[in-house]
Structures are given as C-alpha cells and as structure tokens.
C-alpha cells in the first residue's frame, strides 16, 4: 500500500469517525433518561426541580443539539472527552483503565483459537471426507452453534463450582482470571477459523504449483508449510483483524458473566447508568479501533502477499 493510499485511508477514517460521533450523539441527545438525574444519583443526593435546571444550563444541556455537539467534538480534538456523570472521572481515564484487561483478554483469546484451529483446519484439508475430517466438521458446527453465554456459564459450572479449579469471579488481573473468559471467546471463534482454515487449505492444495511442486519431488510436509500455508493466509489475517477489532471493543456478554473488567463490562455499566458522555466516549473509541486495525490489516497485505507489491 502506497504513501497516498494510506493518506486517502486516514481521510476516510477521519469522515466516518465524525460521522459515527454525529449519529451516535443524536441518538443520545433522543434517547429518555437525565443525565443530570443520573449524576445526582450517582452521588446519592436529591436535588430540587431548580438546582437540577441551573446544573443544565451549567453543562450546556439546554444548548440546541448541533451547538453541543460542537462543543463536543472540539473538546474530543483536544483529548478531553468529558466526564462520567456515574462516576464523575474523565472519560479518557475510564477508558484507558479498561483497555489493557480486555487487550490481555483479547490476545489470549486468539492465541487459544489459533492453537486449535490452524493445526485442526490443515488436517481436516489434507484429509478430506475422512473420518478425521467428518470429527473437526462436527466439533466446528458444535462450536458455532453454542452462544458465548452458554459455554461461560458451563465453564462457570464445572470448573469452578463443581471442580473448585479457578476463580469464579475474574475481577482482577491474575493471570488465572484470564484462562476462562479466554476459552469462552476462543471456543467459538475457534470453530469458525477452522472451517476458515479448511476451506482456504483446500483451495490452495488444487492449484497448479501444488501439482509442480510433487513434480518436482517435494515432501507433502514442505508443500503443504511451505507454499500452500502461506498462500492460506490473506482470508486469515482479514478475519483477525476483524476478530480483534470486535474483541478490542469489549466482549460485553462474556465480560459480565465473568465480572471481568473491560470494555464490555464497562460499556454495560453506563448504558445501564444512562451514562450517556461514557457511551458516547465509547463508541468513539471502538471506532477508532476497530479502523485503525482494519487499516494496519490492509498495510499487512503488502508485506504477506509479494503478488500484491507487483500490482
């Protein structure tokens, strides 16, 4: 990818970003609740109808839509994304306090799925309508159709409940704490990247290198790790970026089941706050990640598939 496209695609991310923060405030500025309500609640006190209004005119509340949300988006250029009215701390801070947790539990996650799924993908190609291939088709399709929530609350059971393995609550940052919600996220994704896998592998074994390569006497070990693996990997890397672009925003389901503090948990915390400058700050951030990884994605192309530094 050139200099200018790389520019063209920052200038994209910068239109859509303003016009992620736009709709995502005006749905926000329509939605019921008081933020101010919320805030005095949150401190556990009970104003009265007069201090409740001097306090939005303070916040610029009764200000038209498009004036706040220009004062909004100024002060986002400037890196203050306000305050938590639950909470009362900056945004910026909450959000950066959580990002780590769900960054380690995000790479973990994939670490599990591509240990499983790489190796089982390969073998379910290499044999293919084998038994070996109809047993890691039946463990993926189980995989997919289990729900995220089902398979953390059986973990929960078993492993913790019944066994008494680990942590029921993975509030923390212990390194056991991270093992279930990990395995949860990557059971699922480990499914579908094996399917992935076989589908990619099995393209590729019926292309005409793979037929000159045997000709040429090549071991089916170095044919299969040495050229068609490689040649596997653009879908792969276009799903990773997308996997840990959605896991980098918080896997809310699994996070709460587990009371893990990350993004999703936080995420459910102001919604169900009405914390409606967090929520905002939120989807602001997980849009700027989830583009920013899609971008650097697109760059990984350049470097994986030399075809694509011809063009």
């Given amino acids: ?5 790389i520019v063209q695609r920052l200038l994209q991310i910068i239109i859509v970003l303003v016009g992620i923060s736009f709709l995502t405030f005006l749905l926000i ?8 309500r919320t805030m005095y609640a949150a401190a556990g006190t009970m104003p009265t109808e007069a201090e409740l209004d001097a306090r939005r005119e303070e916040l610029g509340l009764n200000d038209p839509v498009l004036v706040q949300y220009g004062r909004w988006l100024t002060n986002c250029l400037h890196g203050d994304f ?9 945004i910026g801070e909450l959000l950066a306090s959580r990002l780590w947790p769900t960054l380690k539990l995000a790479l973990m ?3 599990l799925m591509l240990i499983v799924s790489v190796p089982f993908g390969m073998l379910a190609a290499v044999y293919r309508n084998s038994p070996i291939d109809y047993i890691v088709r039946g463990f993926t399709f189980l ?7 089902w398979v953390g609350l059986l973990l929960l059971y078993f492993v913790c409940l019944k066994l008494g393995l680990l942590p029921v609550v993975s509030a923390g940052t212990g390194f056991k704490k991270l093992i279930l919600p990990a395995i949860t996220l990557a059971f699922a994704m480990a499914s579908k990247y094996t399917r992935q896998v076989r589908t990619a592998v099995l393209e590729e074994l019926h292309q005409d290198y793979v037929v000159g390569a045997r000709a040429r006497g090549e071991s089916e070990t170095a044919i299969l790790w040495k050229h068609v693996f490689p040649n596997s990997l653009l879908p792969l890397i276009t799903m990773l970026g997308l996997s840990l672009g959605s896991l980098l925003g918080g896997t809310a389901v699994v996070e709460v089941i587990f009371s893990y503090q990350g993004l999703g948990n936080l995420a459910v915390s102001a919604i169900s706050s009405y914390d409606y400058n967090l929520i905002q700050g939120y989807v602001l951030w997980v849009s700027l990640i989830y583009m920013g990884i899609n971008l650097l994605v697109d760059i990984s192309y350049y470097w994986v598939d030399p075809r694509i530094r011809l063009k």
Wanted: proline share 12%; charged share 10%.
């Fill in 1 to 5: 990818m050139s200099g200018k496209q």
């Fill in 29 to 36: 500025y329509l939605a019921p609740g008081d933020p101010v």
């Fill in 82 to 90: 306000g305050t938590s009215y639950s909470t009362g701390k900056p």
């Fill in 109 to 111: 996650s994939l670490v």
């Fill in 143 to 149: 995989g997919i159709s289990m729900p995220n929530f």
